[in-house]
């Protein structure tokens, strides 16, 4: 089993940042592809970034505004995201699954450990 907390949500205007933080508990953290998505009110959740190892993949909405890390030693994965609009305010959730290949995964379905959430809200 895998335990993912998610932090680091809030109320930003348009324009600013936000840094979200996963933290990981329960099995070798290194092991695990980490990925983050989010849900907008009334709408499905969607597929935000992903990071496997060291390698990285962005939903195209995001592309340039967020990056994806992950400190190992930490068991922390991390969301930074810069230039924030109105239209990223959703619940951001984290989520893992055990690397068993060499693609880049971005279906909820294939994710089997989810945290919370955390609440962003972009003002304009």
């Known amino acids: 089993q895998v335990q993912l907390v998610e932090s680091g949500g809030g109320l930003v205007q348009a324009g600013g940042s936000l840094r979200l933080s996963c933290a990981a508990s329960?099995?070798?953290?290194?092991?695990?592809?980490m990925a983050w998505f989010r849900q907008a009110p009334g709408k499905e959740r969607e597929f935000v970034a992903i990071?496997?190892?060291?390698?990285?993949y962005y939903a195209d909405y995001v592309k340039g505004r967020f990056t994806i890390s992950r400190d190992n030693a930490k068991n922390t994965a991390y969301l930074q995201m810069n230039s924030l609009k109105p239209e990223d305010t959703a619940v951001y959730f984290c989520?893992?699954?055990?690397?068993?290949?060499?693609?880049?995964?971005?279906?909820?379905?294939?994710?089997?450990?989810w945290g919370q959430g955390t609440q962003v809200t972009v003002a304009s």
């Open positions: 329960g099995r070798t953290f290194s092991n695990y592809d």
């Open positions: 990071i496997r190892w060291s390698n990285r």
């Open positions: 989520a893992a699954r055990y690397s068993s290949d060499s693609y880049f995964h971005t279906a909820i379905h294939e994710y089997g450990y």
